[in-house]
């Protein structure tokens, strides 16, 4: 079964990408592909042959190597189709999802000393502290930055360019009952023993979404909410497949890789897509919606402090 089941998921992974590169030859260019995206696929190409070859330091840090040239290779392709992409036309932007990223992954690690749904272990080098904490930041950068530019990719083939969002609506009249159910989601997790506590995670990746979409609608920062009142759906649905195809993407890459993380969580243990439990795999749409919504809010609200707290002229 492990076997089988490892064999889908590199032919999923395969059918994935062979799917993305057909989307991209098919459309038109705006601009030629820049170097840095030819880098990017190098350090992915490179970083897998090291990897299986257990050259350090790639083999232990393969998870952040293959995730910066994922990140450079698909914004040069943004920019190829748009002739404007994240990196080109606003890498303060990118630098901010970068540095945001680590604190924000390390809400989810708060709440995984108590619920204990993965552990990391490595192979290969016997790291310091320090080198441990780098290897960690640079995985922890990528975690926004991969599925916000994997939106933007997703869009920029045209996925979902007519999509309505027409039968969401409703949402808007609901915020301040999303608000209250995100705030529970996000508590009760953390009351309950860990016995229970273990199969709520589901909770946490829903909770975010719904007390922070409201809060981004309300404040005027980007919001999905706010694509939805006005019939976008391309967005919202271009996060849930973004989500799902960096799923993917992060469950194969670190199933060979020597510094990696294993999911202990007591659901679906014998029905393993990599690492993965099969199950979980419906939580990285909800991921990428909710690191959407927690980024704009924290990046924006910064922002609006720090300028508020300037000197004037």
Known sequence: MVFS????????????VTLLVLSYSSRPRAASFPLYGYLGLAMIAVGEWLMFQQVEPIFTYFTPW????????????VFALRGRSLLRSDP??????????IPLWMIFEGYNLHLRNWIYYGVGMQLSLPAELFGRAWAYA???PALLVSADLLAALGWFERASARGWGWLLRFQKPM???????????????????????????????FLFEPLNYRRGHPSV????????????????AGGLLC???????????????EYIFPVAQDWKLFEMPLPGYLGFPFFALECYALYYFVSRESRR??????PTK
């Open 5 to 16: 089941l490892t064999t889908a998921g590199v032919a999923l992974t395969a059918a994935a």
């Open 66 to 77: 293959a995730w910066t040239g994922y990140i450079l290779a698909a914004d040069a392709a």
């Open 92 to 101: 303060r932007e990118l630098a901010a999802m970068a540095l945001w990223s």
């Open 142 to 144: 990528t975690i926004v």
């Open 179 to 209: 608000m209250g159910v995100g705030v529970a989601f996000l508590i009760v997790p953390l009351l309950l023993p860990h016995r229970w506590a273990v199969y709520l995670f589901g909770l946490v990746w829903l909770g975010f979404i």
């Open 225 to 240: 909410l706010r694509d939805l009142e006005e019939n976008r759906g391309q967005r919202f649905y271009c996060l849930l």
């Open 247 to 261: 799923g993917l993407l992060w469950e194969f890459w670190n199933y060979w890789a020597g510094g990696r993380w």
């Open 305 to 310: 402090l720090l300028k508020s707290r300037l």
